[in-house]
């Protein structure tokens, strides 16, 4: 069958995983869509690094296995190819998802205004540390539903992480144009980002198991936490 | 409405989160050493929840049950922690000390440690003068009777080792010759048996006088001037009662 009248660029621009063409240069010759999306969290020159480490020696193509995370991107393969010196591409490949086991009863669910769980935490953090917090919030939040009480522990647990810091900074806000699905509604996103110079690691199973139940996703790094809330109406 | 006393910043900033989650279906403990004042804290910021004692649990169970707003006191006094369904309630709990950190960890949203006693010095003075009017009150006694600052404080047992020193501290210096008397001819009438009863409890009355004199006149050649007997008698009587 001759394939070389079909143009494969559609398949390739609406695949779900990244995929990046680059020339001898390091400059961008092509990329899909998920890999402009990528691009948001990784520089440009982090992945042409990675793409010649794992070029194959001679051309052709290479797939190594490898986990790369970034943000909530995690990948655990690449594939490296070339056939002349000028172009080069890398494919990366998503770790497929767990999806969570456990629904979420939406009807269980109190209506809040997120900002008086967040500051009553703060007061819960402050009967213990004295550390210096600063707490950036959007008083216009509108009340969503949650689970007050699963939500304070997973609060009080990520506080707790940043008991040694001594700069903390916080701060809540709408992600304007992100949606997720729940329950086939399409709901806003809240951001919660608490920023410091350091924090322990030792209950961030915990703090992934809490946020799940709630369908929270976190972003757990060094120095910092993400949470990505939803605003279930 | 009943108020709560205190100074401590620890202590503040729990009542400013209980202020604030007052109206939230969460969750809370506050978890300190005995008597020192978790009870009134839960009481003062909820006073129309229902109240029930950790010691029944029967009680507790049914108190669950048919509230949605709930005081337990006396947590820790539990044994069937693990079953109990705080979803979408308001629980205020308080426990003498943590028990199972991963239960209690798990079913609480809001863990508080309040500071005892000790280390809340203006709180105790605070609980001091209330202890002393109370006592003034109680065993009738005027201002001038009472000289605050030469009262002993116990805060080993936190506000009831603090009322009891307090009380007894006063009920102590107001006691005229009479009740000194009638003290003694109750203990008498409780212990006196054997046959040596006199030399046995001559000491009641000895001793404290000894005591009291050599406090007063710092030698013992005064003292035994001013006791009217002889020096050699009070020395043999000061090594009797092996007063130093």
Known sequence: MNTTSIDFQAFIEWDNNPFILFNDQGKILY???AAEILFGYVSKKELYDIAVSYAPQSFGYKTTSLILNYDAFVFHAITVGYKNEEQISLRLY??????????????KLIVTDINILLEANIALFRTKNSNPLKLLADQDLPPFKINQNTFSKLLRKIF??????????ISLKLLFGQHVIIENKK?????LSIVANGRYADTDDEIRTLSAE?????LLKEHSIKLEIPLIQ | METFFTTSDKIQHIIKSFHLTKTLYVSSIIIGEAHIGKKSLARYLFPDAPLVSGEDQEEVEIALENHDELIITDFEKLSNQSTLDFSNKRIIAT??????QALIDDLFAFIYTMPSLQERPEDVKYLKDMFIHEAQATLMLKDKDIDADTIPLNLTMNSKSLKKSIFSHLSKHSMDHKDIEEIIYYYLLKHLDGNDGYKEYLGLYEKPLIEAGLKKYGSQLQLSQVLGINRNTLRKKIYEHDID
């Open chain 1, 214 to 218: 709630s369908h929270i996703k976190c």
């Open chain 1, 94 to 107: 998503n770790t497929p998802r767990l999806k969570p086991t456990r629904k979420i009863e939406t009807d």
């Open chain 1, 160 to 169: 707790d992480t940043f008991r040694a810091s001594d700069s903390i900074d």
């Open chain 1, 31 to 33: 990329l899909n869509n």
């Open chain 1, 187 to 191: 709901e806003a996103i809240v951001q």
């Open chain 2, 95 to 100: 426990a003498n000390y943590m028990g199972n």
